[in-house]
């Protein structure tokens, strides 16, 4: 990669090569000689901070025919042009087509030297503005995991190490605590990133859809099987596949993903056709795998199989510092949405932002400031769930539950994913409870949010 203030000197005529190389650095600029095209573009790439000097007249590729292939790596490559008096049609044919500048021979040194040093200037203004766009999408990724305690600068350090790397990562972390952010995170930072993130949530699907979600299915595989469908597995290759709440993926689905994790390959349902796959699997759990009590059915293999590297993503409660940095980003987001004023923080919303354990953790902190944009159910108003007296064990649970439900959705004004986002239930279990409860979640929409 040529240096600040370099040039890249293309001329199949050595003398004249030599005579201008000494002119340029005698002008302070580090010279790369190449005599022909094809040595040049050897040389050649969108990180070149420096410029490019060609003559027109070379064998095999002439320098018409470099400044295209230039302009196909790097449009912004400034080029300039050494010219016979014969050639100067082309070139300004060429300056018409992006080239920086041509110079009629024989040209002056000064004049070589002020075109080179404007040349140059022009591309250290254009390298400078992609690195601050690269700083600003990178600032706008790392936006997405907000924190400034050390926890969450280690944790942002430790994403950067490995989301190169093509490991397969495990993530502990309860539920709402951002692990799907920081498996966006891994792919958005890494190689894989012009690739599909493809999720799974494996706790939201039966046992009997699973498997077609993650292998896929030829037509006729099943009863319903209507027409040939991608895999979520096959449909990530060359991304990412992050699969949450991997704990609850059934047995013997797990044996499945255990072959395909070692063998990279899949078989779709249907079908004895094995295909290869270009797998990063990023999982999650909200129970330690690696503890036989916590880790139930998992299997101990495919434990072993995805704790390459593991991380852990820390709770709210345990980095209580940066919720308000957090309350205030999402209230922000919060006011854009839903085209609102952030109103000025009350001493009971500081006071619940301090005092509250959060157990929803930055999902829950989430939600609570967008009600608090929009002006519903403050801390102090919250309704608490009271115990009720009576009955069977089993009956005063049922009873606990549907009061949380219906407290939740009133919170959310009947929105489905938020509700089911803060009781930590998949969407068919909360459908389910909705009909044994006998509550209609149309009766809790808000109006103010309804289109």
């Known amino acids: 990669m040529a240096e600040p203030g370099s040039v890249i000197l293309v001329d199949d005529d050595h003398e004249l090569l030599k005579a201008t190389r000494q002119t340029l650095e005698l002008a302070g600029f580090t010279v790369t000689t190449a005599s022909g095209a094809l040595d040049a573009l050897a040389l050649i790439d969108r990180d070149v901070s420096g410029v490019v000097v060609t003559d027109i007249r070379m064998p095999q590729i002439d320098g018409l025919e470099l400044f295209a292939r230039i302009r196909a790596l790097d449009e912004d490559l400034p080029v300039i042009f050494m010219t016979g008096h014969g050639d100067i049609p082309m070139a300004v044919k060429a300056i018409q087509d992006g080239a920086y500048d041509f110079l009629p021979k024989p040209f002056a040194s000064d004049r070589l030297v002020q075109s080179v040093h404007r040349a140059v200037e022009k591309r250290r203004l254009v390298m400078e503005n992609r690195a601050l766009k690269e700083q600003a999408e990178e600032a706008q990724g790392a936006g997405l995991m907000i924190g400034q305690t050390p926890v969450m600068e280690r944790l942002r350090t430790t994403i950067r190490q490995i989301a190169d790397t093509d490991v397969d990562v495990l993530m502990l972390g309860e539920t709402g605590s951002g692990k799907e952010v920081v498996a966006t995170l891994l792919h958005r930072w890494s ?22 979600e993650l292998f896929g299915h030829e037509a006729g595989a099943f009863t319903g099987a209507q027409k040939k469908r991608v895999g979520r597995i096959e449909h990530s290759s060359g991304g990412t ?3 949450d709440e991997i704990e609850s993926m059934p047995p013997a689905t797990q044996i499945h993903m255990l072959r395909v994790l070692e063998m990279r390959e899949v078989t779709p349902l249907g079908t004895n056709e094995v295909r290869p796959v270009d797998l990063r699997v990023v999982a999650a759990a909200k129970v330690d795998l690696g503890d036989p009590a916590a880790r139930g059915d998992f299997r101990e293999d495919l434990y072993y199989r995805l704790n390459v590297v593991t991380l852990s993503i820390p709770p709210l409660r345990e980095r209580r510092d940066d919720i308000p940095l957090l309350f205030r980003t999402f209230a922000e987001r919060a006011a854009r949405r839903f085209g609102r004023e952030v109103p000025p923080l009350s001493d009971a919303v500081r006071r619940h932002l301090q005092d509250h354990a959060w157990p929803g953790n930055v999902r829950e902190l989430s939600h609570f400031a967008e009600r608090t944009v929009l002006g519903v159910a403050p801390p102090e108003g919250k309704a608490e769930v009271r115990l009720p007296e009576g009955g069977t064990l089993p009956e005063r649970l049922e009873r606990i539950e549907a009061e949380m439900i219906r407290e939740t959705l009133k919170e959310t004004g009947g929105d489905v994913r938020r509700t089911i986002e803060a009781l930590g239930i998949p969407r068919k279990t909360f459908y389910d409870k909705l009909q044994r409860h006998g509550i209609v979640r149309s009766a809790f929409r808000d109006p103010d949010l309804s289109p």
């Open 191 to 212: 190689r894989r990133a012009k690739g599909h993130f493809v999720a799974l949530n494996c706790g939201a699907l039966p046992e009997q859809v699973i498997e077609s």
């Open 241 to 243: 596949l992050f699969l």
